[in-house]
Nanobody, 120 residues
Framework: QVQLVESGGGLVQPGGSLRLSCAAS????????MGWYRQAPGKQRELVAT???????NYADSAKGRFTISRDNAKNTVSLQMNSLKAEDTAVYYC??????????????WGQGTQVTVSS
């Protein structure tokens, strides 16, 4: 019933910026924490940033000072503004959200991912 769809990925030059968005749809009674994770080829998936329903954020050390996570509760979306991008940021970025989809039922969902490639 619930679906997360990412958008905004693409090719960008080192030092450039990119904004990712994720929209949740379906049977949604409430959304707790939302976040972004990434996975580079040959590496494990890692946390990039999370944001609580109240707006509290946390970031991976690699993202601090460069990335900003935000959410729009009215639209059930979460975004990731990425600045000063580096080649090391190249990865598939995944949206994650803990959602109450029915009374008494809460589950974490993942999007399909969006590719971010930082290269000249």
């Amino acid at each position: 019933q619930v679906q997360l769809v990412e958008s905004g990925g693409g090719l960008v030059q080192p030092g450039g910026s990119l904004r990712l968005s994720c929209a949740a749809s379906g049977s949604i009674l409430g959304i707790n924490t939302m976040g972004w994770y990434r996975q580079a080829p040959g590496k494990q998936r890692e946390l990039v940033a999370t944001i609580s329903s109240g707006g509290n954020t946390n970031y991976a050390d690699s993202a601090k000072g460069r990335f900003t996570i935000s959410r729009d509760n009215a639209k059930n979306t979460v975004s990731l503004q990425m600045n000063s991008l580096k080649a090391e940021d190249t990865a598939v970025y995944y949206c994650n959200s803990v959602i109450m989809y029915s009374v008494g039922y809460r589950q974490a969902y993942w999007g399909q991912g969006t590719q971010v490639t930082v290269s000249s």
